[in-house]
């Protein structure tokens, strides 16, 4: 059995890399320094909070995958695309690597000129099926927003963003019950990934992370770097909205936009659990996971112009 570790060890990061999943080096198949520590506390849901449209968030993700999949961890990987498609994602996951490929822009990544469809969110995705392929024991669901009228009804009364954030945590606790696995990773916007109950302008809501933990043990990691650039969607400079007026889609510029520091570190992409020496970063997060200086990640599939 050994034998056959090593050697899949060896094959797996050429093997993906001529599948077009993930470059062919060691550190795209290593886990970043500090995961022993989220290793050891064994929870049930491992969330990631990102700031979305980088390279580095969605490439450390995929670098983790790898080396848990050379461990024979058998994984979750939970993603912030449209619950409603997941029985579509479901069955794209299924086929044959080329074929999934093809598949993936009618999944809700043609068009779409976000950070959620970025080319390092697409690079993660067929990368953990490259190796779901090869023969890693990796499932996926999009569970983003709320999949059917029934359940945006169960979460009706709730207040706020509620709703969307009680759905986003049933979405994945469900998907997670399906199969004994070792790990659940999540990777989503910095705001669902918060700990405890926050506001945006209107009441208190409990974000994703707080209502996953009525389903299971969270240990959520918020993402600190060194500034650079991501991929956004923001008003065009210059616009000016009235009171009450709807935000239409041709007063959005989506971009690479500049992005200030978040802390400092002289340290590789690493992993911190506990003993964050900013109250207020420990009040919204079990932890951080620093990427250093981030660049941004364009639309896998931008709209046509």
């Known amino acids: 059995m050994k034998s056959l570790l090593v050697a899949f060890a060896l094959y797996l990061p050429a093997a993906l890399a001529a599948q077009g999943g993930m470059p062919a080096d060691d550190a795209a198949c290593t886990a970043p320094a500090g995961w022993d520590e989220v290793v050891a506390r064994d929870p049930d849901f ?54 999934f490929r093809a598949a993936l822009p009618d999944l809700g990544w043609r068009g779409r000129d976000d950070g959620v469809a970025s080319k390092a969110m697409l690079a993660l995705v067929t990368g953990a099926h490259a190796l779901k392929d090869q023969g890693a024991a990796i499932d996926i669901v999009a569970f983003n927003g709320a999949r059917d009228d029934a359940q945006r009804a169960r979460f009706n009364d709730l207040p706020a963003q509620g709703p969307h954030e009680a759905a986003q945590a049933e979405n994945i606790a469900e998907a997670a019950a399906l199969k004994d696995y070792d790990r659940v990773i999540v990777l989503v916007g910095n705001l669902h990934a918060e700990i405890a109950p926050l506001s945006i302008g209107g009441p208190d809501f409990d974000p994703m992370a707080v209502r996953l933990r009525s389903y299971g043990s969270v240990l959520s990691l ?52 506990g003993n964050l020496a900013e109250p207020q970063l420990a009040r919204r997060f079990d932890g951080t996971f620093w990427l250093g200086p981030i660049s941004a990640s364009p639309p896998a599939f931008p709209p046509e112009k």
């Open 222 to 273: 918020g993402m600190r770097h060194a500034g650079g650039e991501n991929w956004s969607c923001q008003l065009a400079p210059g616009t000016k909205l009235a009171p009450g007026q709807e935000v239409t889609d041709d007063m959005i510029t989506c971009a690479a936009s500049r992005a200030g520091a978040e802390g400092s570190s002289d340290r590789a992409p690493h992993i911190t659990v």
């Open 46 to 99: 491992v969330v990631f909070g990102e700031l979305h449209g980088t390279r580095e968030a969605p490439a450390l993700v995929q670098s983790l995958i790898c080396a848990e999949a050379k461990r024979e961890q058998r994984m979750l990987l939970a993603v912030e695309h449209s619950s409603w498609q997941n029985a579509a994602w479901q069955e794209a996951w299924a086929l044959p690597h080329d074929a």
